[in-house]
């Protein structure tokens, strides 16, 4: 490898007017894919001086021991440049130098230096201790449930109604119209419909009711009617499914909304559930239901629709109410241990944000340093940045 002399640039000029930048460093970047090198210098003394005639720098890059390339032009005062166009399994060396009106004064050359990957950032340590915790405990929550032993799962109401308002379609004899959303099956909260249709419909098929879901997603309708097959089978009565149960309608959404709201009121059902992802239809067709004398039981994540729901239905499900069903339906051990240890991740969210209040009023009203020095600490460990 050919060294290069950088006084080559300095002879080529009339004359040297500024005093070169001074302990200059390379030195890989930190907790990245190995590809970007950080320089750090003093500046010319030149620079430092209240009517310095420095005017700016200029970067130097030598690759694999080739000819110097300028790579930035960076303004007087200047101490750090972050070089984010090297390559891993290459040798890198750098000069600055100091610019005036007349001459550039380079500095020393840096050692050659090669980027490198580092697979963990320890920097986000916190990320991983936060993530084994929340990971250590799904894990127990899921063997203590498949040991047998009752996990505690607070009630919410309208899970508690599906059996009832299943039965009271039964005993009237009037059938359960089942709104899984608009959206597509790329939205979590359809999924989280499906789920729940799953157990709706294995009741359907043991009390022998019959169940209309007008769908605006051919996918929709694909998966609900596999739903719906399945629950039969289960049940032992996979003759009396029928395709005609799921049917698609359109995409446009007041189309579907028209299209709901006359199967509403044709067909009087006794149950509705709306479950999934709403948005303006959501009032129209909660108002049209509550109009029929249906027992409604809705749920969305969308905050915006939610206060029309607990306005025009009889049970709503807030938020992750909607995720929780499945795992509260089913007692399945894998869905209650995982419900399980996202509640363990909410209390430690909990007891932070708790702790962090009380130390930073504490430490602000009695000017404590050691309070104020745990919160620092504490938001530190938090902060994934």
């Given at each position: 490898m050919t060294d290069f002399d950088?006084?080559?640039?300095a002879s080529d000029l009339e004359k040297v007017v500024v005093a070169p930048v001074s302990s200059l460093i390379a030195s890989d970047h930190k907790y990245d894919n190995g590809e970007s090198i950080d320089l750090l210098w003093v500046p010319s003394i030149d620079d430092r001086l209240v009517n310095g005639k420095v005017i700016g720098y200029k970067v130097y890059r030598i690759e694999d021991g080739g000819e110097p390339q300028m790579i930035a032009e960076l303004?007087?005062?200047s101490n750090a440049y972050?070089?984010?166009?090297?390559?891993?399994?290459k040798l890198y060396s750098y000069f600055v130098s100091a610019l005036s009106s007349s001459a550039e004064t380079p500095s020393t050359k840096t050692a050659s230096i090669e980027p490198q990957?580092?697979?963990l950032n320890f920097k986000l340590i916190n990320v991983l201790i936060i993530a084994l915790v929340l990971g250590g405990a799904v894990i127990y929550f899921?063997?203590?449930?498949?040991?047998?032993?009752?996990?505690?799962?607070?009630k919410i109401a309208g899970l508690e109604a599906v059996d009832d308002a299943i039965g009271r379609a039964t005993e009237m004899g009037r059938p359960i119209l089942f709104i899984p959303g608009i959206l597509d099956m790329d939205d979590v909260q359809t999924l989280a419909a499906l789920?729940?249709?799953?157990?709706?419909?294995?009741?359907i098929a043991d009390y022998d009711t019959k169940i209309f879901m007008p769908v605006s997603r051919s996918l929709v309708m694909t998966a609900a009617r596999e739903t719906i097959?399945?629950?039969y089978q289960a049940a032992g009565r996979p003759d009396a499914y029928s395709d005609d149960a799921v049917t698609y309608v359109t995409?446009?959404?007041?189309?579907?909304?028209?299209?709901?709201?006359?199967?509403?009121?044709?067909?009087k059902p006794a149950t509705c559930f709306l479950l999934g992802a709403f948005f303006a239809e959501s009032l129209i067709l909660a108002e049209t239901g509550n109009s029929v004398g249906a027992i409604q039981i809705a749920g969305t994540a969308r905050p915006a629709q939610l206060p029309f729901f607990i306005a025009a239905c009889d049970f709503t499900l807030i938020g992750e109410e909607l995720f929780a069903a499945s795992a509260y339906l089913s007692d399945e051990p894998k869905q209650l241990g995982s419900l399980k240890g996202q509640d363990v991740g909410k209390a430690i969210a909990m007891i932070a944000i708790l702790i962090g209040v009380l130390t930073v009023t504490i430490g602000e009203v009695w000017n404590v340093g050691w309070i104020q020095s745990i919160t620092t600490k504490l938001m530190e460990m938090f902060s994934t940045k």
């Amino acid at each position: 490898m050919t060294d290069f002399d950088t006084t080559k640039i300095a002879s080529d000029l009339e004359k040297v007017v500024v005093a070169p930048v001074s302990s200059l460093i390379a030195s890989d970047h930190k907790y990245d894919n190995g590809e970007s090198i950080d320089l750090l210098w003093v500046p010319s003394i030149d620079d430092r001086l209240v009517n310095g005639k420095v005017i700016g720098y200029k970067v130097y890059r030598i690759e694999d021991g080739g000819e110097p390339q300028m790579i930035a032009e960076l303004a007087s005062g200047s101490n750090a440049y972050n070089d984010q166009s090297v390559e891993r399994g290459k040798l890198y060396s750098y000069f600055v130098s100091a610019l005036s009106s007349s001459a550039e004064t380079p500095s020393t050359k840096t050692a050659s230096i090669e980027p490198q990957k580092e697979w963990l950032n320890f920097k986000l340590i916190n990320v991983l201790i936060i993530a084994l915790v929340l990971g250590g405990a799904v894990i127990y929550f899921i063997e203590t449930a498949r040991r047998g032993k009752k996990l505690f799962v607070r009630k919410i109401a309208g899970l508690e109604a599906v059996d009832d308002a299943i039965g009271r379609a039964t005993e009237m004899g009037r059938p359960i119209l089942f709104i899984p959303g608009i959206l597509d099956m790329d939205d979590v909260q359809t999924l989280a419909a499906l789920t729940i249709l799953g157990r709706v419909a294995r009741m359907i098929a043991d009390y022998d009711t019959k169940i209309f879901m007008p769908v605006s997603r051919s996918l929709v309708m694909t998966a609900a009617r596999e739903t719906i097959k399945a629950s039969y089978q289960a049940a032992g009565r996979p003759d009396a499914y029928s395709d005609d149960a799921v049917t698609y309608v359109t995409d446009e959404q007041f189309g579907y909304v028209a299209a709901v709201d006359g199967i509403m009121v044709r067909e009087k059902p006794a149950t509705c559930f709306l479950l999934g992802a709403f948005f303006a239809e959501s009032l129209i067709l909660a108002e049209t239901g509550n109009s029929v004398g249906a027992i409604q039981i809705a749920g969305t994540a969308r905050p915006a629709q939610l206060p029309f729901f607990i306005a025009a239905c009889d049970f709503t499900l807030i938020g992750e109410e909607l995720f929780a069903a499945s795992a509260y339906l089913s007692d399945e051990p894998k869905q209650l241990g995982s419900l399980k240890g996202q509640d363990v991740g909410k209390a430690i969210a909990m007891i932070a944000i708790l702790i962090g209040v009380l130390t930073v009023t504490i430490g602000e009203v009695w000017n404590v340093g050691w309070i104020q020095s745990i919160t620092t600490k504490l938001m530190e460990m938090f902060s994934t940045k």
